[in-house]
Structure formats: structure tokens, C-alpha cells
């Protein structure tokens, strides 16, 4: 009614979420497929993007801190506002522009630890000396080793110290570990 026209452009790339998107988020530790999890580390696949554009990645609104990024690559965290929800929109946007969705179950925990080598299953692990561990370069029993890992869930305070909330137990070889 004031004699003008408007031009409104869409998001360079809306795929709706169906099967058919170009988007693939995964577990950061293990590339596996995987729930979000509060505080989860995740990787998000995606198709070629333009360089120089600030990706941006939303969870039901709730902005997720980026770790990494590069053209067909972005390491995020998940909020820990997403505890107790069963699913939530995930959102990526190039330069403001919406690029993808998709819609991915929550869980309360999904953990794994980071990998490293050649040989898929080969936990990240630093031996006291600082070194990797690896075949040529084992661990001695009682050895204190720093393994890395993501997807414990939430986590409370004890002690002074941050801990995941859920019990932890880790196993080497069928045997627990302290």
C-alpha cells in the first residue's frame, strides 16, 4: 500500500529435516553418530561453505560454542541448557544465513574416548613421561595415564572439583581402572 517493492531473499541452502541433508553431526571423539549430550563435543560434516564466513551453530536457540572451523568442518560444544529435552533443532548458519537443519535426539550421556593413530580404537592416552602411549611405547602396570574422553552429561562439584554426575567407571582390558 505504499507503492514500493520489497525483495526478501531465502537462506543460500535450507534443507528441511529429512534424510536429504547435506549436514552430518557426529561425536568429536569417536566420528560416530550419536545423540547430543549436554556438554558433548561434536563435529559437524557439512558441504563445502564460502571461506571467510563466521559459521554459527544454534540448539533450540541456545548458541554452541565453536572449538573449530574450517570449510566442511566445525567442532562445537553442546549446551547444557539441553539437559532433560528428548530432542533439539539443530541450527547452522553461514554470514547469518541459515545453511542446514537438523532435528537430533538428547541424551543424558554418550561417552567415548578420543582416538589417535592408525588403528581404529586406539584411545589417546599420555603416559607420566609425557609421551603417547602406543605399541612400541606401552604402559607399565600402575602407570598413571591421561586418557581424554567427551559426552559424560552433566556434571556437579565435589570436593572443589567439577565431576561428571553420573557414575564413571573405566575398564582396560575387562579389568577396572582407578
Excluded: C, K, W
Amino acid at each position: 500500500l505504499n507503492d514500493r517493492l520489497r525483495r526478501l531473499d531465502g537462506p543460500a541452502v535450507l534443507v528441511s529435516d529429512s534424510q536429504t541433508t547435506a549436514a552430518r553431526a557426529v561425536h568429536a571423539a569417536s566420528f560416530a553418530a550419536s545423540p547430543l549430550v549436554p556438554g558433548l563435543l561434536m563435529t559437524l560434516f557439512t558441504a563445502t561453505s564460502p571461506a571467510g564466513l563466521t559459521p554459527e551453530i544454534t540448539l533450540d536457540g541456545f548458541p554452541a560454542p565453536i572449538h573449530f572451523s574450517s570449510p566442511t568442518q566445525v567442532n562445537f560444544q553442546v549446551p547444557y541448557a539441553l539437559a532433560g529435552r528428548s530432542s533439539a533443532a539443530l541450527e547452522f548458519r553461514l554470514g547469518g544465513q541459515l545453511i542446514d537443519r537438523l532435528l537430533l535426539p538428547v541424551a543424558p550421556a554418550a561417552p567415548a574416548f578420543f582416538e589417535h593413530g592408525p588403528v581404529r580404537g586406539q584411545v589417546l592416552a599420555v603416559l607420566p613421561n609425557g609421551e603417547l602411549h602406543s605399541e612400541t611405547n606401552p604402559a607399565r602396570p600402575g602407570d598413571v595415564v591421561v586418557l581424554y574422553a567427551t559426552g559424560e552429561g552433566l556434571r556437579t562439584e565435589r570436593n572443589g572439583f567439577e565431576v561428571p554426575f553420573l557414575p564413571v567407571a573405566v575398564e582396560i582390558n575387562g579389568l577396572p581402572a582407578e
